[in-house]
């Protein structure tokens, strides 16, 4: 059981990226999943999270209506699309899983039982 975060870089400020979380022996189909990221020196915190269903999702304010969160169950892969990054954007981003209802979506990293090991994203000024 594994998952697995790519898609990190260094990106120019107002740039994009695309993270990838993907699964390896289960499925996420019925989990929900989530992006958390942690700054140096600081606590990690929930910046957007989905729903098994798809129908469900959260933002943090940081990054409403800058980052979108998606889900491709064919390919046991959820995304996180960021937009109009800043430099505090950087941070090093995971993703984690938990078996869910559909439209259950969890904010706070202690409700997942399964976590990637983190991509860097560094935006540069």
């Known amino acids: 059981v594994q998952l697995q975060a790519s898609g990190g870089g260094l990106v120019q400020v107002g740039g994009s990226v695309r993270l990838s979380c993907a699964a390896s022996?289960?499925?996420?189909?019925?989990?929900?999943v989530g992006w958390f990221r942690q700054a140096p020196g600081k606590e990690r915190e929930g910046v957007s999270c989905?729903?098994?269903?798809?129908?469900?999702?959260h933002y943090a304010d940081s990054v409403k209506g800058r980052f979108t969160i998606s889900r491709d169950n064919n390919k046991n892969t959820v995304y996180l699309q960021m937009n109009s990054l800043k430099p505090e954007d950087t941070a090093v981003y995971y993703c984690?899983?938990?078996?869910?209802?559909?439209?259950?979506?969890?904010?706070?990293?202690?409700?997942?039982?399964?976590w990637g090991q983190g991509t860097q994203v560094t935006v540069s000024s």
């Open positions: 984690a899983a938990i078996q869910a209802t559909m439209t259950a979506c969890y904010r706070l990293g202690a409700h997942y039982k399964y």
């Open positions: 022996g289960f499925t996420l189909d019925y989990h929900a």
């Open positions: 989905i729903s098994s269903s798809g129908d469900g999702t």
